[in-house]
């Protein structure tokens, strides 16, 4: 049995509770006292009816009219009085009761929907936090879960099943208190159920609490497989394989049904239960008070029942069962919310590794010396990527990074940004390691233009500013010109406001990378990371796009990922990789005249073909040899 079982609430769902509703208690608890003052008041018209039917309905008439907790003094003596105080209280219990129902509505929904809102929001912060590596394992599906699913079942656990429990408590001790007050005995019987319901209850929420975790995760692993289709429907379609993907989407979706099944089973084997328990207590009670006015005391029983009393009694049980048997409601939405806030609480204090330093430096603007030292890397221990890379650029000058298919060249250009640390080693710019550089300076000043141009649903504007979101319209168009993108945007539909679609589906590859080259020089960072694009262009579209990066690398320290060998053929200094470990470093013309690695792929990409063992070791780094 682990420790939490002893408390009420599991640590996950307590911190939740502490961190985000205590701010906002004023509102829990104006709606917790109206919905147990609103419980309270419901008693007035039952009780009232009780004494009514004792002291005014009952021919003989010789019980003298008497509401709980009211002096005998402010009674009116009069019947008739007596009975208009009866509409009167009647009446006015269902107005006010009416008031309170209208304010606890409000002030819970109030509490929980400004919780949510900022679970969310923390939850959202954290997740951009986190390191790569979580997004490079983590599927999108199962953090959009937590982001909206899991969110909102806090939300409903705070807004109405914590308010739910502490009013259940407080109906059930009430009344039970009232009953005792009516009826002690037959109190008794009525109170006969509860140790049962309170096992029974305890057996649910251990069995059912595996089965929400695996619904919960099932949830996620089905928003993940619609996510990664809705992406890649172009190549759902052009590769025929919609048979196959909804046999997939089916199979998640099966295993979501058989998740909420095994829940669902149980909630409706419990809830019954739960409903015959309470309505058992309910039939005991009716029974024995029956037998009580109709033959007299039962065996055990003493005293005198009148009709009124009883009937007040049975309409106070049914008010007492009715509660116990949502008892399985509010443990159901614990478990429910439990499963939800662990995950909350497993994103929101995942440990990020690539993070500031408390004495992190934040320079205005560097020169743009860059230097790796020794530099080792792996994405998986025992795996390295990169293996003791040294190197060193001046400021303005070009290095290119040229090798193989999975030599590591983009691995060892992302550390420059941080996006993974470096396992050993050091890389530093002007000197300082980038670890001891605050991310948000180490990122405004080394700009990343990758092969895979992202672009977000927005206008061109909006893309081309993104990072530099206080760059005015001049500075936007110039940008554009600089990155030979102005022509092309002038002549779409709406200019710079058009909107690029999803991922920028609208335009087309060549047009892309522009947008992400205009990005770059709108940033204009000291340092920039080149990932050159793979994909074919047209030839003008080529020269158009050289000719924007020769533009932007032209003053600044650049680390070229390289795929084609002819545009690094004046960079400073280039490193061929192979295997994350340094083959041969030197300048374009060095390399030839070594004959190593470099020459190689030169004449492969020359066009000369290329012989078995070349390619072989062209290949070997991808793993395709294996
Ligand atoms: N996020 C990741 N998690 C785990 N392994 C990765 C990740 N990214 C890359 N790798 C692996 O690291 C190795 C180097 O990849 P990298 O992308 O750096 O190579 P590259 O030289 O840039 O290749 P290419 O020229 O094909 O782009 C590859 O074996 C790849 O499978």
């Known amino acids: 049995m682990s420790g939490d079982d002893f408390s009420p609430l599991a640590a996950p769902v307590r911190d939740l509770f502490a961190r985000y509703a205590l701010p906002e208690l004023p509102l829990f608890v104006l709606g917790v006292v109206t919905s147990i003052v609103g419980r309270a008041v419901s008693l007035v018209p039952p009780l009232v009816l009780g004494v009514a039917i004792d002291a005014l309905f009952t021919p003989s008439r010789d019980v003298a009219y008497r509401l709980p907790l009211v002096p005998a003094a402010w009674i009116p003596g009069d019947p008739r009085t007596q009975l ?23 002030s819970l929904s109030l509490f929980s929907n400004r919780i949510q809102h900022a679970v969310r929001v923390d939850a959202y912060r954290a997740m951009q936090e986190l390191d790569m590596a979580f997004f490079d394992d983590k599927q999108t599906g199962q953090v959009m879960a937590i982001l909206n699913d899991d969110v909102r079942n806090l939300r ?102 058989l998740t909420t099944w095994s829940v669902a089973k149980l909630e409706y084997l419990y809830q019954p239960s739960m409903d015959l328990l309470a309505g058992l207590s309910f039939a005991a009670t009716f029974a024995l008070g029956g037998y009580w006015l109709v033959v007299g005391p039962p065996p055990g029983f003493s005293g005198e029942l009148l009709v009124g009393e009883f009937v007040t009694f049975l309409f106070m049980t049914q008010r007492f069962v009715e509660p116990l048997s949502g008892a399985g409601r509010i443990v159901n939405s614990y478990e429910n919310a439990r499963a939800s806030g662990e995950r909350i609480v497993d994103l929101v204090e995942r440990p990020v590794s690539v993070r500031d330093r408390a004495d992190a430096v934040r320079p205005e603007r560097v020169e743009g010396r860059v230097e790796y030292d020794d530099v080792h890397f792996a994405y998986l221990p025992g795996r390295p990527v990169v293996e003791g890379l040294s190197f060193a650029g001046e400021p303005g000058e070009t290095i290119a990074f040229v090798g193989p298919t999975g030599a590591g060249k983009s691995t060892a250009a992302k550390l420059l940004l941080r996006l993974y640390d470096v396992d050993g080693g050091a890389i530093r710019i002007d000197g300082i390691d980038v670890r001891d550089l605050a991310l948000d300076a180490l990122r405004s000043n080394v700009g990343y233009v990758s092969q895979d141009v992202f672009l977000f649903d927005g206008t061109v504007r909006e893309n081309i500013a993104y ?91 650049t680390l070229v990922i390289a795929h084609r060998l002819s545009t690094i053929r004046d960079a400073e200094g280039i490193v061929v990789l192979e295997e994350g470990r340094v083959v041969e470093r030197g300048t ?15 004449s492969v990409q020359a066009g000369e073909r290329a012989t078995d063992a070349v390619l072989d070791r062209l290949l070997r780094a991808d793993g395709s040899e294996e």
Request: proline residues 2%; hydrophobic residues 50%; aromatic residues 8%.
């Open 156 to 257: 409903m656990f705070l807004g109405s099943t914590v308010s739910g429990a502490l009013q259940l408590l407080a109906t059930v001790l009430g009344i039970a208190a009232l009953l005792f007050y009516l009826n002690a005995q037959l109190a008794a019987v009525t109170l006969l159920g509860v140790p049962v319901l309170a096992v029974f209850t305890v057996w649910f929420m251990r069995t059912i609490r595996p089965r929400y975790r695996a619904l919960r995760a099932s949830i996620g692993d089905l928003n993940t497989r619609i996510e990664n289709n809705l992406s890649g429907m172009e190549v759902i379609k052009t590769s025929n394989a919609e048979r196959y993907e909804n046999e997939r989407v089916g199979a998640a979706s099966w295993e979501n049904y």
């Open 588 to 602: 374009h013309d060095d390399l030839l005249a070594a004959g190593g690695l470099y020459s190689t792929l030169w």
């Open 467 to 557: 990072g530099a979101f206080e760059a005015d319209d001049e500075a936007v168009v110039a940008a554009a010109r600089a990155a030979e993108a102005h022509d092309f945007v002038r002549n779409l539909p709406d200019g710079y406001d058009t909107r690029v679609g999803e991922r920028g589906v609208k335009l087309s590859g060549g047009q892309r990378q522009r947008i992400s080259i205009a990005r770059a020089v709108l940033q204009d960072p000291a340092v920039l990371v080149l990932d050159e694009a793979t994909s074919a262009v047209d030839t003008e579209t080529e020269v158009l796009i050289q000719r924007a990066l020769d533009r932007l690398t032209a003053d600044r320290t």
């Open 84 to 106: 208009w105080l009866s509409v009167a209280l009647i009446l006015g219990s269902l107005v006010v009761g009416g008031a309170l129902t209208w304010t606890q509505g409000v």
